[in-house]
């Protein structure tokens, strides 16, 4: 599967953004998908994560609250809502997949073998 990630951009603190993760290729609907940040001088973290069925949703203490992952089979789509942005989410955000994540290691960057390019968000306060 092949992953193209947008919807970055350069938003004022308190302000929203909405990332997409779109999917080509493989049966989209068996996939976990993953989003991650990595800020510069930062290892890659994990920020959110969604089953497959689209059913459960795993987020990062910092983020609940703010950021909602959802998802669109039918249109081999994920989403990231994020709302109230803070200065520190900057950073470049990637969407990752597989079909064979096991749920205690969702949060894993290693458990994906799919990656998508990257978006840039900037957050100025």
């Known amino acids: 599967v092949q992953l193209q990630a947008s919807g970055g951009g350069l938003v004022q603190a308190g302000g929203s953004l909405r990332l997409s993760c779109v999917a080509s290729?493989?049966?989209?609907?068996?996939?976990?998908v993953g989003w991650f940040r990595q800020a510069p001088g930062k290892e890659r973290e994990f920020v959110a994560a969604?089953?497959?069925?689209?059913?459960?949703?795993y987020y990062k203490d910092s983020v609940k609250g703010r950021f909602t992952i959802s998802r669109d089979n039918a249109k081999k789509t994920v989403y990231l809502q994020m709302n109230s942005l803070k200065p520190e989410d900057t950073a470049i955000y990637y969407c990752?997949?597989?079909?064979?994540?096991?749920?205690?290691?969702?949060?894993?960057?290693?458990?994906?073998?799919?990656w998508g390019q990257g978006t840039q968000v900037t957050v100025s306060s």
């Open positions: 990752a997949a597989d079909s064979r994540i096991i749920l205690t290691t969702i949060r894993m960057a290693t458990s994906y073998d799919y």
């Open positions: 290729g493989g049966t989209f609907r068996n996939y976990a």
């Open positions: 969604i089953r497959g069925s689209g059913g459960v949703a």
